[in-house]
């Protein structure tokens, strides 16, 4: 069975500094790996995907994530922190490549911007 | 354009009703999934619909979830007989298609069953 870890309930981070959020994978074979972000009371938007290649992608809002195979993460990172980019973040996984595959969802983060 | 619309945005029913919502997708998507989130965690699959051809249902909680999506656009989700567990938001997502495809979000229904 597949699973995604968010070890982190929650991330502070003063704005204009550099954040992280911390992602895990657990799958057979070769995942796809997703992030999205909700903001309060609205739907999970798209950030950003890996899929194969470069190992560092990046995405939405300035937001880039790189993928690890040998530590099985895949930890989201934006170089300066704006107080707008408060909010909660998932991590899901998606695989192995072929066929129909569920998508798991990680528990959140959220992320606390302070001006 | 417009994006994945669900009805409605709140429901509240009494133990014992039968609710029904609504989900539509981005047109021309095939793929759609149906998720429960309970406050501050991660959506929790339901169940995933290829076309019309319901693919995947593991993640129904029980057989008094039912979902449908008979002509391979709009999508149903039906509870009956509520009970006060089945409070949550349910959140529709559709896809262009499998694998590597993200995932479009509606804003979800929150259902507060009393």
């Known amino acids: 069975a597949q699973s995604v870890a968010q070890p982190e309930d929650q991330v502070n981070v003063a704005e204009g500094n550099p954040l992280t959020v911390k992602c895990t994978y657990s799958?057979?074979?070769?995942?796809?790996l997703f992030w999205y972000v909700q903001y309060p009371n609205r739907g999970l938007q798209f950030l950003l995907k890996?899929?194969?290649?470069?190992?560092l992608v990046k995405g939405s809002y300035g937001f880039e994530a790189e993928f690890n195979k040998s530590q099985t993460s895949f930890h989201l990172k934006k170089p300066s922190a704006l107080v707008s980019d408060s909010a909660l973040y998932f991590c899901?996984?998606?695989?192995?490549?072929?066929?129909?595959?569920?998508?798991?969802f990680g528990t959140g983060t959220k992320l606390q911007v302070i001006p | 354009g417009a994006g994945v619309s669900q009805s409605p945005r709140y429901k509240v029913a009494k133990r014992g009703q039968d609710v029904a919502l609504r989900c539509d997708p981005i047109?021309?998507?095939?793929?759609l999934f149906w998720y429960q989130q309970a406050l501050g965690q991660g959506p929790e699959f339901l169940t995933y619909?290829?076309?019309?051809?319901?693919?995947?249902k593991s993640g129904l909680p029980s057989d008094r979830f039912f979902a449908e999506r008979p002509e391979g656009s709009v999508s149903t989700l039906k509870i009956q007989r509520t009970q006060q567990e089945d409070s949550a938001v349910y959140l529709c997502?559709?896809?262009?298609?499998?694998?590597?495809?993200?995932?479009?979000f509606g804003p979800g229904t929150r259902l507060t069953v009393t």
């Open positions: 997502a559709s896809s262009l298609g499998q694998g590597g495809s993200e995932q479009y």
């Open positions: 799958v057979s074979g070769n995942p796809y």
């Open positions: 890996y899929i194969t290649g470069d190992n």
């Open positions: 899901a996984v998606r695989g192995p490549l072929g066929g129909y595959q569920k998508v798991t």
């Open positions: 047109s021309g998507h095939v793929s």
């Open positions: 619909f290829q076309n019309e051809a319901q693919l995947d």
